[in-house]
């Protein structure tokens, strides 16, 4: 009797009886069973089936030709097997189309249906199949199941890589980078310049300094000479304020507030007298520009201009007579005046340039990172500036490499697309986008530093694999080896804006068992 379906181990309940010519049931009559293939064991009222077949069961009275058949009986407790000849495993493509070819068939029943994803597909002779399908970037997981007449199913899995086109680990990629500064963030620069204008050097320049050499007036009673320099210089706080244009330029405003000097005035008439000039502010203009020439940030300031706000002079320790012979009002308003404007404007641009370079130049990098026994050697270099009326895009380029290769990976180039700095809005702050590509090259050059590999390896190695030894009796210790054939991708995740999944393509884990020395592949695991 058959119970239902039958799988290898599965028993049935048999019984034989043998009867005489006249219909009498012989109880003892000996007889011999067996099942045709062979594949099955028997007891006193049981069958088990010990691998998959069609069989049938046969009972035949010993030494006589008498025999019977019950069958046939079908042992099956798997599907079709599936051969993916085409793509081969863990290719990479630049072909936006791919024909997936294969056979499938069954050792024990007939094939009823095949699919290829979504699509099924008829078998043709020889259970050949075909079908033409469209790649999408990064990695693609072809799907392929079948069902045989007794409605077992299998399914197999097989990945291959697309991409627009792919670079060579040396390549440098532009655009990876796109770092936005907003008004928060130029903020932050405007407070760099701050910091790198000294006020106690424009005093060191100005203090001593020798604005008018001896002049003499020839008068009746003789000459009346004088020498003027500037005794002192203070000032009250300095601001700083960088605003983006849409002229592609930032306007530079420093204002340097209440600035004061002392000038003494050194006659042979009347000894040493002290007037002084000041003025509510000093204000420095000048036009920022950004730009990159060999990786380096080139920072230009233009147009530069100075001006003094609430000018004021104090002319009462000044003799009025004194004043009116050698004009040292007009001395005081031109050229000294001009001392002052001309060293604050020098001490600013001096100090702008490099505090928008070096604040700007904390967004490169190049170094060389030591991950688990790997180095991976990373440079990001700045690329364009771009600047509208609500703040700067930097434009970065960046090379990402392993600098040594694991001797099991054969490189498939790092797979790109076209990538472009994105639109950034005004919000305030500091805003970075990272490219697909940027993403890419540094997973690419982990996965050939061999660093994939020694991490999934580790995992493994704390396994528990007591198990196998109850599989494989005779095998005195496991290996386990791991190929990624395929590197991992960044792709962009299709359900959700500005956001990316990681793909994992193809990763073989083979089990070796160790006998006698020497090891055997037991199985095979490829993780998609």
Request: glycine share 8%.
């Amino acid at each position: 009797e058959n119970n239902g379906d039958l799988d290898p181990g599965s028993t049935l309940a048999y019984e034989v009886q043998v009867f005489d010519q006249f219909g009498n049931l012989i109880p003892t009559a000996p007889y011999e069973i067996w099942t045709e293939p062979a594949g099955g064991t028997f007891d006193s009222d049981r069958v088990r089936f010990l691998t998959e077949g069609v069989f049938d069961i046969i009972a035949e009275i010993e030494g006589t030709p008498l025999r019977a058949t019950a069958g046939p009986f079908i042992v099956d407790s798997s599907g079709p097997i599936i051969e993916i000849t085409s793509p081969e495993r863990g290719i990479a493509t630049t072909s936006s189309q791919v024909t997936v070819t294969g056979t499938v068939y069954d050792t024990v029943t007939d094939v009823d249906s095949l699919t290829v994803g979504d699509a099924k597909l008829p078998i043709g002779a020889g259970g050949n199949f075909s079908l033409v399908i469209d790649a999408e970037p990064g990695i693609n997981l072809i799907e392929v199941t079948a069902v045989d007449s007794e409605g077992h199913t299998s399914t197999a899995y097989q990945a291959f890589l697309y991409a627009p086109f792919f670079s060579s680990r040396d390549t440098t990629f532009t655009n990876a980078l796109g770092v936005r500064l907003n008004q928060q963030s130029i903020d932050f620069i405007e407070e760099q310049v701050e910091g790198l204008v000294d006020i106690n050097a424009i005093r060191q320049e100005l203090e001593g300094m020798r604005v008018w050499g001896r002049s003499c007036v020839n008068l009746l009673f003789g000459d009346a000479c004088a020498w003027v320099d500037i005794d002192r210089f203070t000032s009250s706080s300095l601001d700083v304020q960088l605003q983006p244009t849409s002229s592609g330029y930032l306007q530079l405003t420093a204002r340097l507030y209440n600035p004061y000097v002392r000038v003494k005035v050194d006659t042979n008439i009347t000894g040493a007298v002290y007037p002084y000039i000041s003025a509510d502010r000093a204000t420095v203009s000048a036009r920022a520009t950004l730009s990159v020439n060999n990786g380096n940030i080139q920072v230009g300031l233009t147009n530069v201009s100075v001006s003094l706000s609430g000018f004021d002079m104090g002319l009462s320790s000044l003799p009025g007579w004194l004043n009116d012979i050698l004009t040292l009002g007009d001395l005081l308003s031109g050229l000294v005046r001009d001392e002052l404007e001309d060293v604050i404007k020098d001490e600013i641009v001096s100090a702008a340039g490099p505090a928008i370079d070096g604040a700007l130049t904390e967004l490169e990098l190049g170094t060389t990172l030591h991950l688990l026994g790997s180095d991976i050697r990373v440079d990001v270099e700045p690329q364009y500036f771009s600047i509208d009326n609500s703040g700067v895009t930097m434009a970065l380029k960046s090379k990402i490499r392993a600098l040594d290769i694991d001797p099991r990976i054969e490189g498939t180039g790092i797979p790109r697309t076209t990538a472009s700095i994105p639109s950034f809005g005004t919000t305030p702050g500091f805003h970075i986008a990272v490219s697909d590509d940027f993403l890419n090259q540094a997973i690419y050059a982990l996965w050939e530093s061999g660093l994939i590999n020694r991490v999934v390896d580790e995992q493994i190695g704390d396994l528990d694999l007591s198990f196998l030894e109850y599989l494989i009796p005779d095998a005195t210790g496991f290996e386990f080896e791991v190929d990624p054939i395929l590197p991992p991708v960044i792709v962009p995740k299709s359900t959700a804006n500005s956001q990316a999944e990681l793909q994992v393509g193809d990763m073989l884990l083979d089990i070796y068992a160790i006998r006698n020395g020497s090891r055997t592949l037991v199985t095979r695991v490829a993780v998609s």
